[in-house]
């Protein structure tokens, strides 16, 4: 046994070992990484298939040899990044040639590279997130080669195989799609902005205005997470990272303060999970909707932001209802910031943001060139910290934890994005895309309120084994198209799925936002999630009532009839939510909900009967 635990402290200590040698080169590699992509945005034009290829070879080696595991794990991992991202680099370097395949392959060795490239795409996502989607992309590969085995309407006339695996690898109709696109042009940039801002002084700034606008209210912990989340997610774009950044200050503090834990722990994984939802990130889900519907960026934020707040009023809300019946106090004075520390610290989020707005909404520039003038802003705020003081060892620390962080997680959702783009590109190949959207027509009898609810459960069952980004491309490519058949503009249509591809993170059974409050506080996952469904009761409502309510979703074109619906919604929200949590009894209780949803879906009802 002696000698077995001996082996066992000398391979751990020879993996630290390693992990203090190879720190170096994953520095030098992520700082690749950024430099690539920002630069992507100010060398001008790129062929398709030398930027998409050489993002692929860039983010392998941080999702297939960089994550924890064991020395077995590192090394087979370490060598799926080099043939996979050889494979990659080849494909970019023989780019003019292929283009005039037309995707079809030519030769075995360019079916090898083929072979080699979508292989190592599913490995490289289940390594990222597990089997899920990985089995679907490896599901739709099989009905693509085997399909026209299938009788009836869903089989397929059969695709040659140097056409089928072409298509998906050599041409722009796969991995080498429009979704990777985006993820090469525009969410890289967005998610380097967040992690420049998470680097230094900014996650401090969010919870200190948070303190200070809503720590002396009644329920004011609570409050200050429901704000601090809704800052954060606004640039994290992750449930996930939100719980575990944001819940590692509240949590503690509503604990202290004697909230029962799991109304802390449904608050932090409600609010994280709005920050998904909260405009400029969305979770990446913004940027795919720029190419999926090629509504502009701009629109799409500003279509988002209402809903996005309403969906923070119907919390803030039900936390005032818990007061009802739950002691929740306000953060004592002496623990909420001064004054200057708000003022200093608030500055590090406020002058990037401000470069931000200004680039895309005063002086007309791209999302993505505005994003990176942000990006040197707020880098040039990791010189100083909340003291407005200068150190060596915490300016190079910060700008490393930066450069690691943004290649870490452009390569997650890179992982994602290739995966999901092996399914888009065999729906499209094969039809099979339309088919299923035809099949929901025919469900739902041509009417659009059941080919909703068809589409929410579809969207709710799919974002419990995928994340969030990727339920929603894989439902709205199916569904979308026969939501706009049936009369919805198609960004109504995105944000509809978009928002209910995201009510797995809060519901059972696999709700990964609740799963990491609950263990953060030490409290049953399950009547956390209860809780949290009350509380996140807007999720669930707010989609239907941007259908019931379309004018919440023109902010931009006719303001005042936005803002009419945006409190036509509040305020059946807020009685939707206060029935459920802020009385005991079940008649009240009935009557408010029933009230809340009169309000919301009520006159679009007796509009669509007139007309």
């Not at 629109?299 to 009802?324: H, N």
């Not at 060892?393 to 870490?408: C, G, M, T």
């Not at 659009?448 to 490519?477: K, Q």
């Not at 949290?532 to 707010?542: Q, T």
Request: charged share 10%; glycine share 10%.
């Amino acid at each position: 046994m002696d000698s077995v635990a001996h082996h066992r402290r000398a391979g751990s200590n020879w993996l630290a070992f390693a992990d203090r040698l190879s720190r170096p080169f994953w520095l030098v590699l992520a700082a690749i990484v950024v430099v690539y992509h920002v630069g992507l945005v100010f060398y001008g034009l790129v062929p398709n298939l030398v930027s998409r290829p050489v993002h692929m070879a860039l983010i392998l080696p941080f999702v297939l040899a960089a994550a924890p595991g064991t020395a077995g794990q590192k090394a087979s991992g370490a060598v799926l990044a080099i043939i996979g991202s050889a494979a990659a680099l080849w494909i970019a370097f023989h780019h003019n040639a292929l283009g005039d395949q037309y995707g079809f392959l030519e030769s075995g060795w360019q079916m090898a590279i083929a072979i080699c490239l979508l292989l190592v795409v599913l490995e490289a996502a289940r390594r990222a997130i597990g089997w899920p989607l990985p089995l679907v992309a490896g599901v739709a590969l099989l009905y693509g080669l085997f399909g026209q085995h299938i009788p009836g309407q869903f089989g397929h006339s059969g695709i040659p195989l140097e056409s089928f695996l072409g298509t998906l690898t050599i041409a722009e109709g796969g991995i080498w799609g429009s979704l990777t696109g985006v993820s090469v042009g525009v969410v890289a940039i967005f998610v380097i902005f967040g992690a420049v801002l998470n680097a230094g002084e900014a996650g401090q700034g969010f919870m200190n205005v948070a303190s200070a606008a809503a720590g002396r209210l009644k329920g004011g912990a609570a409050k200050v997470s429901v704000i601090s989340s809704a800052l954060f997610g606004s640039i994290s774009g992750s449930a996930s990272a939100n719980v575990a950044s944001t819940g590692a200050v509240t949590l503690p503090a509503m604990e202290k303060l004697g909230y029962p834990k799991r109304l802390a722990a449904a608050v932090e994984a409600v609010a994280s999970s709005g920050g998904q939802i909260m405009p400029p990130l969305m979770g990446a889900g913004a940027f795919v909707m720029v190419e999926l519907t090629g509504t502009p960026y701009t629109a799409i934020i500003a279509a988002a932001i209402l809903p996005a707040i309403l969906f923070f009023v119907a919390v803030w809300v039900g936390i005032d209802a818990y007061a009802r019946h739950t002691e929740l106090k306000s953060v004592a004075k002496e623990d909420r910031p001064a004054a200057r520390d708000v003022f200093v610290t608030s500055l590090f989020f406020l002058v990037p943001f401000t470069v931000l707005l200004l680039g895309m909404f005063l002086v007309g520039f791209t999302p993505e060139y505005s994003a990176a003038l942000a990006i040197f802003a707020g880098a040039a705020l990791l010189f100083v910290n909340g003291q407005l003081q200068s150190r060596r060892e915490q300016i190079l620390s910060r700008f490393a934890a930066a450069i690691l962080n943004a290649a870490k997680q452009v390569s997650m959702i890179a992982a994602i994005i290739l995966c999901a783009s092996i399914i888009i590109g065999v729906l499209s190949i094969t039809g099979l895309g339309v088919k299923l959207t035809s099949l929901i027509l025919e469900g739902s009898g041509g009417l659009l309120w059941p080919s909703l609810l068809l589409t929410a459960l579809a969207c709710l069952l799919l974002g419990m084994e995928v994340p969030t980004t990727a339920a929603y491309v894989i439902c709205v490519s199916v569904a979308g198209p026969a939501l706009t058949q049936l009369g919805l503009e198609p960004l109504q249509a995105h944000l509809f799925v978009f928002w209910f591809a995201l009510l797995s993170t809060i519901t059972p059974p696999v709700c990964g936002a609740v799963f990491i409050a609950a263990g953060m506080i030490g409290e049953n996952w399950l009547r956390v999630a209860i809780t949290a469904m009350a509380l996140g009761v807007g999720l669930y409502i707010i989609p239907l009532g941007m259908i019931a309510n379309p004018a919440i979703l023109s902010l931009a074109e006719t303001p005042l009839q936005a803002l009419i619906a945006f409190l036509q919604i509040a305020i059946g929200l807020s009685a939707i939510s206060f029935g459920l949590i802020g009385t005991r009894r079940i008649l009240p209780s009935l009557a408010l909900i029933a009230l809340g949803f009169a309000v919301i879906f009520g006159p679009g009802l007796l509009l669509s009967q007139g007309a």
